[in-house]
């Protein structure tokens, strides 16, 4: 991660994550195709979006433990201190499980209040509640599988999450028509057969993740000691962790108020709204996420190194690649959005909707994908407090005024304009806080040997 060409390096760390973004991308949308075809297809659609908040808020838990993990351990392996990387592995382990059990009880225990809570209206409380009550129980093992995968990136290692997200997911769309329309010897549940297949390929994710990391080939060796919580280990994956957490509740929370503004424009409008954000992870997935897998470790690393040269370049790497592939990939949505959207809304009414919100959301993804590689930079130089503080910039300090006076006076298709108007303005938050970070850590501060040999 200190020597091997920026370019080479970026693209290998990067597509086993992005093969597994992509499936798992994948695997939403032949979900909501299949969910789709049920006889109260459009409610269903909108019942699975009022539920994405709650999983929004599991999946920031786990996202929170493994990026700061994952900059942890990476700073260790650039700074030579490998000694502490099996307690870090350790912490590790017993961290998900101690965050997972409470949302579980939590959304078992209050499934309607949380349903409402998070923008169900009045018909969609009763299917959300169904799927929610089934699919908590394996939050545990998501946020579990999300910090082993924080650990191997960690290391180096992104071939391996891959495969195990990508099995799991795999598993999880096979099993699908089987439980959703009872085919062969199991029973037709529906919606909650939906729910079932993710809790089984949340399990068997689990299960290997766990397997590998305790094998002789994850490069760990953890005891029974290193499973201990030990307060500066934890301090240390806090300090990155926390805030990409409270990242990942903001998110939640902002899909629970456009549920509640939506609500008011009827069912489609927030089926529409959950189409278009499944199609728009899909197009995401060969972009951001599995370049940002590869981008925290490589920039932890030369951190740790002080070699600040090549983590700029890194950034600037990442930051020009991805928007040129935004603006081919944006074209391309925005052209096919009716024929990419058709499967999954055969209703008129809400195909309609679900186009508007599509073109609308993809059109300025080319200025998203730098601020995005900003965050991930500065969670990758343990700076999370900066990370959250540009994502609350663009996700609520704009977005909740634009939302909220674009539905006002253009209705449900002026909500859907709300995200893309706050990332114009968050082009010049993301650059006044780069350059700040950048004049604390110029190029001329590097301490490599590759420095040494360059003016």
């Known amino acids: 991660m200190g020597t091997a060409p920026i370019g080479s ?128 129980w394996g939050f545990p093992c998501q946020i579990f599988g999300a910090t082993v995968d924080g650990l191997l990136r960690g290391s180096g290692n992104t071939k391996t999450p891959m495969y195990v ?119 995401l997935s060969f972009m951001g996420p599995g370049v940002a897998q590869a981008l925290v470790p490589i920039v932890g690393f030369n951190f740790g190194a002080q070699n600040y040269r090549r983590m700029w370049k890194t950034w600037l790497t990442a930051s020009l690649s991805l928007s040129g592939i935004g603006v081919v990939l944006s074209s391309l949505i925005i052209l096919f959005a009716p024929t990419i959207l058709a499967p999954m809304a055969p209703d008129p009414e809400l195909l309609e909707l679900a186009v508007w919100a599509l073109r609308l959301k993809v059109c300025t993804i080319v200025l998203v994908e730098p601020q995005m590689m900003g965050i991930f930079t500065f969670q990758g130089m343990g700076m999370g407090t900066r990370a959250l503080a540009l994502t609350m910039a663009r996700n609520v300090v704009f977005v909740v005024p634009a939302l909220l006076a674009l539905a006002h006076f253009f209705g449900a298709r002026g909500a859907f304009a709300a995200q893309p108007a706050s990332d114009l303005l968050g082009v010049l938050i993301a650059g006044g806080m780069l350059w700040q970070v950048y004049r604390r850590y110029p190029v001329s501060a590097s301490t490599s040997v590759e420095t040494a040999t360059r003016p």
């Open 9 to 136: 390096l970026l693209l290998r760390m990067s597509i086993p994550g992005m093969v597994s973004m992509v499936v798992m991308s994948l695997y939403n949308i032949v979900d909501t195709i299949w969910v789709s075809g049920l006889p109260n297809g459009t409610e269903a659609i909108a019942a699975l979006t009022v539920v994405m908040p709650l999983q929004m808020v599991a999946a920031a838990l786990g996202m929170g433990a493994s990026s700061g993990v994952t900059s942890l351990v990476s700073r260790r392996f650039g700074a030579g201190k490998r000694d502490e990387v099996n307690r870090i592995a350790g912490n590790a382990i017993t961290l998900p499980l101690l965050l997972g059990a409470p949302v579980t009880v939590l959304c078992l225990t209050f499934p309607e209040p949380l349903a409402l809570l998070f923008g169900g209206s009045s018909e969609l409380v009763a299917p959300a509640v169904g799927y929610l009550t089934i699919i908590a």
């Open 165 to 283: 997200r990508s099995t799991a997911a795999i598993f999880n769309a096979i099993l699908d028509p089987f439980l959703i329309y009872g085919w062969g010897p199991f029973p037709m549940l529906g919606l909650p057969g939906a729910a079932l297949a993710t809790l089984s390929a949340q399990i068997l994710g689990a299960c290997l993740s766990a397997g590998y990391l305790l094998s002789s080939r994850s490069g760990y060796r953890i005891s029974i000691p290193d499973l201990r919580p030990r307060f500066l280990i934890l301090r240390n994956i806090a300090q990155v962790g926390i805030p990409s957490f409270i990242n990942g509740c903001v998110r939640s929370a902002m899909g629970s108020l456009f549920n509640w503004v939506l609500a008011g424009f009827g069912p489609a409008a927030i089926a529409a709204n959950g189409l278009s954000m499944r199609v728009m992870m899909l197009m």
